[in-house]
């Protein structure tokens, strides 16, 4: 063991790693007039040349290839659902373990080491990171469906079921329905995702604060394969993270053009369709392309801010005027409901729901986990200085509250509207529609829609800008000063990928391609837990 003092090495008692290999060492830099690239000579081209011939393919046989991305989905999630509902299982398991055992004392970026964001700053972003176009795309969308499905019961065609209920249903039962919507709903949001996004993130900040290596995917990997992740191998990790993450992107930015398009629609009667989705994918694109050239960093981060508060009021002012005393007591009941039906939910065989199980939790999965490199990256960099016990309790319980409550405050809105007022609209609507229907039943509609569009498009624009940043790092062989270039090369296809998702197959692509990077991402994030216990054993710990 060693202990360093420089101010830019890991503070206190550290168990570095000893290689020779130096950051950049394997880039290519060219320098044509005032721009320059400086890119992993294997990583960028592989990963660049397979996303560009990608959107190529798909824009020139788009006609073609719903069919194909439609199987792809089908075929994925209907035979290998055990292999993703049993991976997430695995990441809790893992976390809870850390947390748990004398790996918990482990300090990341030494036992000297003082956090740098306090505990209100910190909280703040992880919550910020577990905010965005997903929670306002399914917030309402996702209680509502599961209720419709558990209170119209289970439906059996020729011996098999047919309905998209989760577990057993509650056939014509409007509380136990509700309870069981919320608690399907909560699993897809809370424990198991954020345990997937903690992993990755744990592995990254232990190898890049702890033991010296770049900061990218390829590092946690060195306990399992050594110098080798610096070859094929370790090339191999790095491009299959900047596809997972660059169709995570796409997926989420698909669905925030679709609920975009809808809300303008429902608001303005601009048209729906493809063509008024990809110009709002354009369009935001463009705007994330401007924060991207002019480094408006601090742009980006007042933008979030604004966003956050947005959301927040936009959630008291639905506590405020939607069923108060519902929304309240069910916080409690919905998390009650989850824990009592959190084992047969993550039960990954012998299940009767197979739509709920295949359709939505194995597509859930393997979409967090496209966004883990992301997500991952994001919760490292905040992250020094906390213990691993910290991180695990903070990463894991925090957000996942966050999104309770969200879920809650308008999943109950939604279905109260639908059980005790009768009103259909929300039930009877799109899905990317029915945040705005359910709005319409409550005062102020037409501010809080346009709050609603607000929000989903300045997610869009930071998602874009802050994932074409992960995408460079991890493409620049962990440089985190790469030049601008390349950032504009990213985010420019991350809404090329998504036109083309969108002109290919709409949200069936979208989604076909997060579970089928998501796959291949899957073993490695399950061998990237082997290898974070192993660098967590050989480090010193407080206390």
Known sequence: ??????????????NPIDTDYKVGQDNIIVNVGPLGLDIHSRVFAISGLAVVAFVILTLAFQNHVEPLFSGLRGWLTTHLDWFFISAGNVFVLVCLGLAVSPLGKVRLGGTEAKPDYSYLGWFSMLFAAGMGIGLMFFGVSEPLSHFGSAFGGTVVEDGVRTDWAPLGAAAGD????????????????????????????????????????????????????????????GHVIDILAVFATLFGLATSLGFGAAQASAGLNYLFDVPLGNTTQVVLVIAITAIALVSVVAGLDAGVKRLSEINMVLAVVLLLFVVAVGPTLAILTGFFSNLGAYLQNLPALANPIGRDDANFSQGWTAFYWAWWISWSPFVGMFIARVSRGRTVREFIVSVLIVPSLACVMWMTVFGETAISQLVRDGYEAAAGAALPLQLFTMLDALPLASITSFVAIVLVVVFFVTSSDSGSLVIDVISAGGKVDAPMPQRVFWCTFEGLVAVALILGGGLVALQAMAVSTGLPFTIVLLMSAVAVIKGLASEPRTG
């Open 174 to 233: 409007a509380e136990a329905a509700t309870r069981l919507a919320m608690a399907a709903t909560i699993y897809h949001w809370a424990l198991h995702p954020w345990a997937i996004y903690a992993i990755l993130a744990l592995g990254l900040a232990l190898f890049s604060f702890n033991k010296g290596l770049p900061l990218t995917v390829r590092s946690v990997f060195y306990p399992l394969l050594g110098e080798r992740v610096w070859g094929w191998p």
């Open 1 to 14: 063991m060693t202990e360093r003092r420089d101010p830019m090495s890991p503070d206190g008692q550290v």
